[in-house]
C-alpha cells in the first residue's frame, strides 16, 4: 500500500514527468518517431508504429499509478495528441505541454481516488 504523504505523492508526479521524457525520447528511436506519422510509414503501417510507442507511455503510468483505467486513458490521449501533431496541427512545444498536462491530470486523480 502507498503511503500518501505529500513526499510520496510528489514521488508519483516526478516518476510520471521522469517516465515521459524516457518514453518519449529515450524508447523512441527515430525510426518509430518519423514512421509514426501518417504517410511516412515505410516497414509498417503508421498506425503500428504510434500504437507500440503510445502503448509505452500507457505501460509507463500503470507501473508508477497501478492503475490500467490511467494508462489506457494515457495511451488514448498520447495517441490522439501524437496524431495531430504527425498532422501538424502544432508545434513540439505544444506537444509536450499536452502530454505533461495529462501526466497533472493523471497524478489528480491518482491522489484523489487512492
Known amino acids: 500500500m502507498l503511503d500518501h504523504s505529500l ?3 510528489i514521488n508519483i508526479l516526478v516518476l510520471l514527468f521522469m517516465a515521459h ?3 518519449d525520447f529515450t524508447f ?4 518509430m518517431a518519423v514512421e ?3 504517410g511516412k510509414d515505410i516497414t509498417l503501417n ?3 508504429w504510434l500504437f507500440a510507442h503510445c502503448s509505452t ?3 509507463a503510468v500503470i507501473l508508477i499509478t497501478s492503475s490500467a483505467l490511467l494508462g489506457i486513458c494515457e495511451l488514448i ?3 490522439i495528441i501524437d496524431y495531430l501533431k504527425g498532422k501538424r496541427f502544432y508545434s513540439l512545444f505544444v506537444d ?5 498536462l495529462c501526466k497533472l491530470i493523471w497524478f489528480f486523480i491518482f491522489i484523489n481516488f487512492n
Open 7 to 9: 513526499g510520496s505523492n
Open 57 to 59: 507511455h500507457g505501460l
Open 21 to 23: 521524457f524516457v518514453c
Open 28 to 31: 523512441q528511436n527515430d525510426r
Open 96 to 100: 509536450q505541454s499536452l502530454h505533461i
Open 36 to 38: 509514426k506519422v501518417k
Open 77 to 79: 490521449l498520447h495517441w
Open 46 to 48: 503508421w498506425r503500428w
